[in-house]
Antibody
Framework: QVHLQESGPGLVRPSQTLSLTCSVS??????????WTWMRRHPGKGLEWIGH???????????NYTPSLKGRLTISLDTSKNQFSLRLDSVTAADTAVYIC?????????????????WGQGTTVTVSS | EIVLTQSPGTLSLSPGERATLSCRAS???????LVWYQQKPAQAPRLLIF???IRATGIPDRFSGSGSGTDFTLTISRLEPEDFAVYFC????????FGQGTRVAIK
């Protein structure tokens, strides 16, 4: 059974860079065919989809980001460590949230989107001086 | 940017009652990319419905999804004690987006 675990600093200073890692166990990113996804939940709000990175042998790292974070956001993979990461530059208080990683099955050949099937527990990040 | 608005925010019902949850989109959606999840406290969300109306594997038939265009509905025909939870919709078009969720609470 695949398990995801987020890690990273709980406190980041304004204007600095937030770096989070999601470690994958019980399965291998190298098996391919999934979208490795980051989301966040602001206090008292719903989930916000941040972005994902797709891995397959033919497509080793195609990314897609939410427009509101483009230019500040980078999602990357490290298949040797079986983990994927989020880097968010120039953070502000508005980036304070619980950050959650997940595995997305994506849209399959039958045309249906099958959604997120494995979720991490989330990690709280506070941006404050 | 697509916005999904769920209503009501909280639905207070008794076991055995029917629950009707709404997910309204700011623009017309492809039904094939609309999913519903259930989330219980301290648990990861569980996929209930994909393709707006197709139950995922192992989901009881008291759960049904319907709708098209901008209006989608999740119906629980008769609430069981284990159905009291938060439900949220998600759409994946060019990017992903979530509704803010509806809490089904015990009356």
């Amino acid at each position: 059974q695949v398990h995801l675990q987020e890690s990273g600093p709980g406190l980041v200073r304004p204007s600095q860079t937030l770096s989070l890692t999601c470690s994958v166990s019980g399965g291998s990113i190298n098996s391919g065919g999934y979208y490795w996804t980051w989301m966040r939940r602001h206090p008292g709000k719903g989930l916000e989809w941040i972005g994902h990175i797709y891995y397959s042998t033919n497509v080793p790292g195609r990314t897609n980001y939410t427009p509101s974070l483009k230019g500040r956001l980078t999602i990357s993979l490290d298949t040797s460590k079986n983990q994927f990461s989020l880097r968010l530059d120039s953070v502000t208080a508005a980036d304070t949230a619980v950050y959650i990683c997940a595995r997305d099955r994506g849209r399959l050949v039958d045309g249906y989107y099958y959604g997120l099937d494995v979720w991490g527990q989330g990690t709280t990040v506070t941006v404050s001086s | 940017e697509i916005v999904l608005t769920q209503s009501p925010g909280t639905l207070s019902l008794s076991p055995g009652e029917r629950a009707t949850l709404s997910c309204r989109a700011s623009q017309s959606l492809s039904s094939s990319s609309l999913v519903w999840y259930q989330q219980k406290p301290a648990q990861a969300p569980r996929l209930l419905i994909f393709g707006a109306s197709i139950r995922a594997t192992g989901i009881p038939d008291r759960f049904s999804g319907s709708g098209s265009g901008t209006d989608f509905t999740l119906t629980i025909s008769r609430l069981e004690p284990e159905d009291f939870a938060v439900y949220f919709c998600q759409y994946y078009g060019s990017t992903g987006t979530f509704g803010q969720g509806t809490r089904v609470a015990i009356k």
